[in-house]
Each structure stands twice: as structure tokens, then as C-alpha cells.
């Protein structure tokens, strides 16, 4: 059985870095309204290859969109989407909206994906923290909302929901006013040293805990530890090891893109792959908060609606 793209083996244990980036950006491209099709051309101008040697394809390319294991995640006995145990080179929220698109293509009439910026805890509630997620209105209009809790307790307060373009916009105004100050292309390359060495600590983190989930289960099978104890390291092990690979996949995001030239930044701004933009997003902002409106149907940002917590970079806004 060939390995499947993006990994260096059919095991599925680490991602093969010459395949990833490239993966990462077929997705942005086919999220961007790209077919599969078109998708292939590009790939194939770009000198990339399956991994048996063979040009990409319509097909090739909508079966690789369509494995969750490019997310890191596979299927359960119930047809749920659940964590696999390896790495994954793109987000839960990449790999939902490739399925979104995919339906989109089978029904005329249903909407298309929308690619979320803020997701994967870029944005969070005001009033709870809790994160927020894109989710659209009963009228297809695409949102942040703050998920009330469900029967299991998860969730936030449900009280805080925002329109995607309209967040988004705001956002993107400020990075782009951030990248016009001078000097902020250097401040942005000693940032991107840093993510670097970030990025290799967090690979040593997930073969540790790797290690000590091999460990937990020989123990187990040794009959070492009770069943109790096993199910609870590996519940641990394995909700760190979700926890750090999603870090991981945006601290290399961060780390590897390029602005280029990019003399019209407005224009690069709105036409740069969502991956770009979002390694950009997460490398200026901890956090972005956002609080409820003063009343329902406003369309304007409100001061102190959207709170900008920059990160502590010499140079850059709100930094001391």
C-alpha cells in the first residue's frame, strides 16, 4: 500500500516536510474556490508529484481531500471524525471545509465554504474565553459565534456572535497598517527565529509523549498498571499530544511563510493563501477578543467590541 502524501511512511508517524507545504497550499487553493482540476494544474506547473512518481489529477486530488488523515484525525466505528494519533499538515477546520466544499459540489444549490481566519482559538469570547467558532446564520451568512454548553457541560455562554467579513476586515486593516511601519519586515524575520525554535521544541514535546504513550501501553500489556490507569494516561497523552500538534501546525505556518515582495500590501493581503494569512494573524496577535454588541443588526465595530491583544514583539502595536 503506497504512503499516503504529506507522510514519510504508510505508518503515518511523522509528516514528510517536502510534501507538506505543498499539501497545505493545494487546500488553500481548492478552499479558495479552486476545482480539483484546476488544483492539479498547478500542482504539476509547480513540479510536485504523487507519491509514486505520477502527475496529480482530478481524482488524485479530490481522494487525497478526502482522507481525514491529512487532518490527523479518521473515522470511528459511528462515522465520526475523531483524532487518529499522527500528525495531520492541516487543521480539523481545513479538513471540515474541504468536506463542506465537496457536498457543495454534489448539490447546486448548497453554499459554498466559507474559510474561516479566526478559528482554532484565534478569536475567543469576551464574556466567557471560551473560542470562538465559525458557524453560519439560519439566513447562510457565514459567523463567529460563542458555543453554548451542551448536556456535557462544554461550551461557553452563547452570548457573543459577530459577521465573519466584518471581524475579518477589521483584522485584516491592522495587520496590513502594521506591515506598512517601517522596519516591521525585520521585526517579522526575528519573530519567524523565534517560532523556528519554538517549533523544534514542540517536536521534541510529541516524540516524548509519543514515547510515553508506547510506554504506557507496554505497562499495560506487562500488566504493570490497571486498566483504570492506562485509559487515564492515555486519555492524557493523547489530548496533550492533540493540543501540541494543532500549536505545532500553526508555529510552522508562522515559521515558513513569506511576505516576498509584496510592495502592494493591500492587494497581497487580499489575494494570499488563507494559510499565509492566518501564520501572519497568529505571529502579531495572542488573542483576539471579541465582546457582544450593543444591539442586534449593527454592522460597524464598536469601540471596544474587538480587543487586540498584540504579541510582545519590539516594534510592533501595543508592544512594549
Not at 490497571?226 to 505556518?253: C, G, H, M, P, W
Request: glycine content about 10%; some cysteine.
Amino acid at each position: 500500500m503506497p504512503r499516503l502524501y504529506g507522510f514519510d511512511d504508510a505508518s503515518r508517524r511523522r509528516l514528510r516536510d517536502d510534501e507538506v507545504d505543498p499539501l497545505r497550499q493545494m487546500v488553500s487553493r481548492a478552499l479558495e474556490g479552486q476545482s480539483n482540476a484546476d488544483v492539479a494544474v498547478w500542482a504539476n506547473g509547480e513540479g510536485y508529484r504523487g507519491t509514486l512518481g505520477g502527475e496529480w489529477k482530478d481524482a488524485s486530488v479530490g481522494r487525497l481531500f478526502r482522507n481525514p488523515a491529512i487532518a490527523g484525525l479518521r473515522y470511528d466505528d459511528d462515522g465520526k471524525l475523531v483524532d487518529a494519533g499522527h500528525p495531520g499538515a492541516i487543521t480539523r477546520q481545513e479538513f471540515l471545509a474541504l468536506q463542506e466544499r465537496d457536498q457543495s459540489r454534489k448539490k447546486a444549490d448548497a453554499a459554498p465554504p466559507y474559510d474561516y481566519l479566526l478559528v482554532d482559538g484565534a478569536c475567543t469570547c469576551g464574556k466567557c474565553t471560551w473560542a470562538l467558532q465559525g458557524a453560519r446564520t439560519n439566513a447562510g451568512t457565514p459567523g463567529y459565534r460563542c458555543r453554548p454548553k451542551d448536556k456535557d457541560g462544554r461550551g461557553g455562554c452563547g452570548e457573543v456572535r459577530m459577521d465573519a467579513e466584518l471581524l475579518e476586515d477589521y483584522v485584516g486593516e491592522n495587520v496590513v497598517a502594521e506591515l506598512l511601519k517601517p522596519g516591521i519586515r525585520k521585526q517579522i524575520l526575528k519573530a519567524q527565529e523565534a517560532v523556528r525554535a519554538q517549533v523544534e521544541r514542540m517536536k521534541t514535546t510529541v516524540e516524548e509523549l509519543e514515547g510515553r504513550r508506547t510506554e504506557a501501553a507496554t505497562l499495560y500489556g506487562q500488566r504493570q498498571i490497571s486498566s483504570d490507569a492506562f485509559v487515564t494516561a492515555e486519555r492524557e497523552i493523547t489530548a496533550n499530544l492533540k493540543d501540541t500538534r494543532n500549536r505545532l501546525r500553526y508555529a510552522e505556518q508562522m515559521a515558513n511563510f513569506s511576505l516576498g515582495d509584496a510592495r502592494d500590501l493591500v492587494r497581497w493581503w487580499n489575494t494570499a493563501p488563507s494559510a499565509s494569512k492566518r501564520a501572519i494573524t497568529r505571529l502579531f496577535f495572542e488573542n483576539i477578543e471579541v465582546f457582544p454588541a450593543s444591539a442586534r443588526g449593527i454592522r460597524t465595530v464598536e469601540p471596544g467590541r474587538v480587543v487586540l491583544h498584540w504579541r510582545k514583539l519590539p516594534g510592533l502595536s501595543g508592544s512594549l
